[in-house]
């Protein structure tokens, strides 16, 4: 089994408009500051996501490691939000199969660059947030 040294850190590609969105939606709700983020684009990134067997050059999700697990798609995002303050109601939505939730979620990934559009680099983050940046 493939498992990684660092929990709670979620791999996004940072050139999606949607993905550093969802990133930032997170930071306003994590009180505690429990998740680190890292960019596909990073080496760190590069790395963990090679490790998972993500393409980092067409990455078709986004990651959460907990646990030394990587969860993704729908379990990532589901595995974030759940682990929220006031979220933890989407807990429910596990109920819902994975092969249901995994296709809505490839129909956003694939399109989330003609829907939300792409930055030319990577978004960069505040002072505060690039505490909890690894690259």
Known sequence: MTSWPDDDVILYDG???FCSRW???VIARDTA???RFTPIQSPYGIRLAQTFGIDPDEP????VVQSGKAHLKSDA???????LPGWSWTRA??????PLRDAVYSVVARNRYRIFGK????FVPDAELRRRVLE
């Open 33 to 35: 500051k429990r998740f």
């Open 77 to 83: 995002a589901l595995t974030v939000l759940s682990n």
């Open 60 to 63: 078709d999700t986004n990651a």
């Open 15 to 17: 050139v999606c408009v």
């Open 93 to 98: 939505l596990f109920g819902v199969p994975k």
């Open 23 to 25: 990133v930032q939606f």
């Open 119 to 122: 930055y030319d680099s990577c």
